[in-house]
């Protein structure tokens, strides 16, 4: 027996303290994740810059009225090129009782080039719109009326689009998404030059030849309230004119819907043309519920399952559990989502040295001085690998809310410490056998493994592929006809957090003894959020692809925020999903492992081009960037460390739009089902 080995088991009694605080036998079990320090940048939050929201588009004011009394607003036409219009309205009733005239700046009724009654909205959740799009239009104000034969009162939005260069850029400048705290709005006309040049984290560079005359925010809370604000120069101080900001200080958690307009007019030559953008953004705010108390302390698990340190390296080995104390601000919350980089002393320079990150879903408890604390596994190997002397510390910790994954509570340092001699004991394993393990090239044989028996062993009884349908879905999306072994996740017509969401699909899985997934949309969130946080039947499926995403947003897609927007007018059917905004998505994404994100296959479809209906929603082309699927954009479909497993034309995200539904595909849905683990 190495001296490894021997030394932990003849001190089990000394180190294995207050266990309780760490391990619990109630559902659901959560995974433990820990990485190399040369991940660590890959964990880091990301810039609110960098999911920032960009606008050719302008909402005009609400639009209500009856018969009698008609709906009437002017516009700006800021290109000949081209200009769409569409009306947005609750129910198709509402819309066909409705009359559009529109006129250019010569009072003349211009027909549309192009007039298409269809639906804006995400996957099960959307709006009645009619739209028309008018070719080589004459630059100037513009005016559209919208009269009714009903005698009800009737609510509309009316969103135009713009061909014109000027791209009115939104961000907020926090992740400090906590009540009572300042969050600061900035924005800055630009255009594609601006956007291409733009450095991660910082906003664009101004269109010199745009100036601004007006600019505002209009900010809902989620008890109903309306602030309305004018914005200030402040955020391109070179430029005279460009760049704007406000400051709202949201008093209620809950989630907020931020609507920032701006006027003014660009220079083209010897003339001057006068535009109109808005942008939309949604988020939730939360109460801070604990903060950490900035102290850390060890205790620890052994599990001797070989007599050899390098055979049991991967498996359960030696391992820590890091209990970081916290004290309750208000009513606290059971869960949160924590992450916090480990570092110790070189044994031999006795310089800082990183040893790993650490991650995952933890309860809040009591330890045995009833402090409250959260907890983290680190396994002892990444201190034999680093060459980590005590004392140790926790660096860049953050615990987040599990719904939103914003940060409650953040530390740069935290020492930990460790009881009784224990800092002599583990001096004494790491100098006898520190460099002789290597976690990373573990991990990969691990994995390896894994691969090679998901494609030899046959399937369990009970084994199935779980098909999960997206956000508010209404129906199942894959036909069952396309698969073999097969179980239908059902969740109709719901708004749930990706976390929620997650957790239904392991319930479901339950009653089977393995799973794998095919996800649609939000689904595919879902279905990787389970296998990186949650141990379910996913984890025991054999097979070669694991989870199978088609049309997942990962990065989040605009018309979140413009849905939430809608809603606040006339009404969301299954509540808004701040989840699926860039800001959302970037905020989850940037806890998932790399190796988590390998589990996954995903596809990617768009619309056929070269045709007459190079679109796949006219509406949705108002907002979202080309090419998309109807919902997500191209740009925003890559999960950065999975597979890609083809990208299509000729199919859009669900049914009806203009061409066949991306779950629909037999040839797809055959390959899904062949290779699926199970």
């Known amino acids: 027996m190495s001296s490894y080995f021997a030394f932990f088991l003849f001190t089990i009694p000394l180190l294995c303290i207050g266990l309780s605080g760490a391990i619990s036998s109630n559902k659901p079990v959560y995974k433990s994740l820990m990485g190399s320090p040369s991940e660590f940048s890959r964990h880091m939050p990301p810039s609110p810059r960098d999911s920032a929201v960009s606008s050719r588009s302008h909402m005009l004011p609400w639009a209500s009225f009856r018969h009698g009394g008609p709906y009437l607003a002017t516009f700006e036409v800021d290109s000949d090129d081209y200009v769409s219009l569409a009306v947005i309205s609750k129910t198709n009733a509402d819309l066909q009782s409705m009359t559009v005239l529109v006129t250019d700046p010569t009072r003349t009724v211009i027909e549309p080039s192009l007039t298409a009654n269809e639906s804006i909205g995400m996957d099960g959740l959307t ?13 100037g104000q513009w005016c559209i009326e919208i009269s009714t034969s009903n005698d009800d009162v009737m609510q509309a939005a009316v969103l135009i689009g713009y061909s014109g260069p000027v791209i009115w850029h939104t961000s907020i400048d926090s992740h400090e998404l906590l009540t009572g705290s300042l969050i600061n709005i900035q924005a800055v006309a630009t255009d594609e030059d601006g956007l291409q040049m733009r450095k991660p984290g910082e906003m664009p560079s101004p269109l010199r030849s745009a100036f601004i005359e007006d600019a505002s925010i209009t900010l809902f809370n989620p008890n109903d309230t309306t602030v309305v604000k004018e914005m200030v120069e402040g955020v391109t101080g070179d430029v005279e004119g460009t760049g704007f900001e406000s400051t709202v200080q949201p008093t209620v958690p809950g989630m907020y819907v931020l609507w920032t307009q701006t006027s003014g007019f660009f220079r083209t030559g010897n003339k001057s043309v006068n535009f109109q953008r808005s942008s939309w953004m949604s988020f ?20 001797p399952l070989a007599s050899d340190v390098g055979d049991s390296v991967c498996s359960d080995e030696p391992h820590f559990w890091i209990a970081a104390s916290v004290k309750p601000e208000r009513s606290i919350n059971s869960q949160y989502r924590v992450y916090a980089e480990v ?6 320079t006795g310089t800082d040295t990183s040893v790993a990150w650490i991650s995952g879903m933890s309860d809040v408890s009591h330890d045995t001085s009833s402090t409250d604390s959260v907890s983290l596994r680190l396994d002892i190997k990444w201190l034999l690998k680093a060459f980590a002397f005590p004392p140790y510390s926790l660096h860049n910790v953050r615990i987040e809310e599990i719904d939103s994954f914003i940060s409650v509570s953040t530390a740069d340092h935290i020492a930990i410490e460790l009881f009784g001699n224990m800092s002599d004991q583990l001096k004494q394993i790491v100098a006898t056998n520190g460099s002789q393990l290597n976690p990373c090239e573990c991990q990969v044989k691990h994995t390896a493994a894994q691969v090679s028996n998901h494609s030899s062993e046959k399937a369990q009884s009970g084994a199935k592929l779980i098909l999960v349908h997206g956000y508010c879905s209404s129906e199942h999306t894959f036909p069952e006809s396309q698969f073999t072994d097969v179980a239908f996740f059902e969740d109709f017509k719901q708004s749930r957090s990706t976390d929620e969401f997650a957790r239904l699909i392991r319930d479901f899985g ?16 879902a279905s990787l959020h389970l296998y990186t946080y949650y141990e379910s039947g996913l ?42 905004s860039y800001d959302g998505m970037e905020r989850w994404l940037a806890a998932i492992p790399a190796d988590k994100q390998e589990a996954v296959h995903y596809y990617t479809t768009q619309y056929k081009t070269g045709g007459l209906v190079n679109y796949c929603l006219l509406p949705s082309n108002l907002i979202l960037s080309w090419p998309n699927d109807g919902l997500i954009e191209k740009k925003k479909t890559d999960l ?35 290779l699926a683990a199970r």
Not at 127 to 139: D, E, I, K, N
Not at 656 to 661: E, I, Q, T, V
Request: hydrophobic fraction near 30%; glycine fraction near 12%.
């Open 640 to 674: 950065p460390y999975g597979n890609p497993a083809g990208h299509s034309e000729g199919e859009c995200h669900t049914k009806g739009m203009n061409w066949p539904p991306q779950t629909q595909n037999p040839e797809r849905n055959e390959e899904i089902n062949r």
């Open 539 to 580: 984890d025991k499926a054999n097979g070669e692809r694991l989870i199978q995403t088609i049309g997942t947003p990962y990065h989040g897609t605009p018309l979140a925020d413009l849905l939430a927007s809608i809603g606040k007018l006339i009404g969301i059917g299954c509540g808004p999903n701040p989840d699926l």
């Open 127 to 139: 709006y009645p719109t009619l739209t028309f799009a008018f070719l080589r239009p004459m630059v």
């Open 510 to 525: 339950d009653q089977f003894d393995s799973f794998g997934l095919a996800a649609h949309s939000h689904g595919g969130i």
């Open 343 to 348: 570092w110790g002393k070189h044994f031999i």
């Open 284 to 303: 939730s705010v939360v109460e801070k519920s604990v903060s950490l108390a900035g102290t850390a302390h060890v205790h620890s698990e052994y599990l």
